[in-house]
């Protein structure tokens, strides 16, 4: 699996972004997805999360604002990013986990939120 995100950059505070995240095979079959975040000096960190069933779990941080979803037919993961804040400033990653549960990481995108 080879996956590509794309959809990161600069916006202000409360403003919108929407990440994508390319797969080179079907996600269809793999077990779960989701993004991860690592802001400069701080640990790697779990945003969001999607099973194949459709499962969705979300970090506290971002309950309410963050929305992830997966379009089968496109291979593609999304995460709609909502009001974002300056805290929401990172890269972010994508992951696929199979159902032997190998983890492929993306290359990661940046997301800045400026005050």
């Known amino acids: 699996v080879h996956l590509v995100e794309s959809g990161g950059g600069l916006v202000q505070a409360g403003g919108s972004l929407k990440l994508s995240c390319a797969s080179s095979v079907s996600i269809s079959g793999i077990y779960a997805m989701g993004w991860y975040r690592q802001a400069p000096g701080k640990q790697r960190e779990l945003v969001a999360g999607?099973?194949?069933?459709?499962?969705?779990n979300y970090a506290d941080s971002v309950l309410g604002r963050f929305t992830i979803s997966r379009d089968n037919a496109k291979n593609t993961l999304y995460l709609q990013m909502n009001s974002l804040k300056p805290e929401d400033t990172a890269v972010y990653y994508c992951?696929?986990?199979?159902?032997?549960?190998?983890?492929?990481w993306g290359q990661g995108t940046q997301v800045t939120v400026s005050s």
């Open positions: 992951v696929a986990d199979s159902i032997f549960r190998v983890r492929t």
């Open positions: 999607i099973t194949r069933g459709g499962s969705t």
